[in-house]
T-cell receptor, first 112, second 114 residues
Framework: NAGVTQTPKFQVLKTGQSMTLQCAQD?????MYWYRQDPGMGLRLIYY???????DKGEVPNGYNVSRLNKREFSLRLESAAPSQTSVYFCASSVYRGDEQFFGPGTRLTVL | GNSVTQMEGPVTLSEEAFLTINCTYTATGYPSLFWYVQYPGEGLQLLLK?????DKGSNKGFEATYRKETTSFHLEKGSVQVSDSAVYFC?????????????FGAGTRLAVHP
């Protein structure tokens, strides 16, 4: 099992550009999550998907959109990137709400 | 709201020293508690967890006990190794607000020297 995979690993954007971060899991998990990690702030939830076909906002959703394409895949889109979105983005998955979450390796995004 | 507070790092230790990383939480109800570890350039890995008061989670020589009376979940290891150098995150599961999330502390960087 590959677990949770994310692409790309690194990305540099200019302000106003758009991009999609991809995430996939092969553990047959129901729930998937997107977090951002900023220095001194731990991880903060952007969006989550409790099950296939549903998505909900987390703590810091502004400037992002998500798509739960199927049970395996959950993508995060930045429509118009801003320097404040420079961060490391982690995708995670879990079997049920409240269970431990399994994390991907992360995408390091820089917006100039 | 629910929150997690960790001791600030970095924590610098010599190999075979005793490790304690403090974690306290504020929560309504009885959340599950977790310790995650992040090695350089990698994602977070679950290190251990506890789901109710007085539970002790343990893994790879690390231990933490869910203390409801002191709202704490301190991480300990009796003898650290250079390979334990990483960032450690304390977290709790929050099911309030109608959705699930993990609330993380800010992380504590541990550096172990030979």
């Amino acid at each position: 099992n590959a677990g949770v995979t994310q692409t790309p690993k690194f990305q540099v954007l200019k302000t106003g550009q758009s991009m999609t971060l991809q995430c996939a899991q092969d553990m047959n998990h129901n729930s998937m999550y997107w977090y951002r990690q900023d220095p001194g702030m731990g991880l903060r939830l952007i969006y989550y998907s409790a099950s296939e076909g549903t998505t909900d906002k987390g703590e810091v959703p502004n400037g992002y959109n998500v798509s739960r394409l199927n049970k395996r895949e959950f993508s995060l889109r930045l429509e118009s990137a801003a320097p404040s979105q420079t961060s490391v983005y982690f995708c995670a998955s879990s079997v049920y709400r409240g269970d431990e979450q399994f994390f991907g390796p992360g995408t390091r995004l820089t917006v100039l | 709201g629910n929150s997690v507070t960790q001791m600030e790092g970095p924590v610098t230790l010599s190999e075979e020293a005793f490790l304690t990383i403090n974690c306290t939480y504020t929560a309504t109800g009885y959340p599950s508690l977790f310790w995650y570890v992040q090695y350089p350039g990698e994602g977070l890995q679950l290190l251990l967890k506890a789901t109710k008061a007085d539970d002790k989670g343990s893994n790879k020589g690390f231990e933490a006990t869910y203390r409801k009376e002191t709202t704490s979940f301190h991480l300990e290891k009796g003898s650290v190794q250079v390979s334990d150098s990483a960032v450690y995150f304390c977290a709790l599961s929050d099911l309030s607000g109608g959705y699930n999330k993990l609330i993380f502390g800010a992380g504590t960087r541990l550096a172990v020297h030979p």
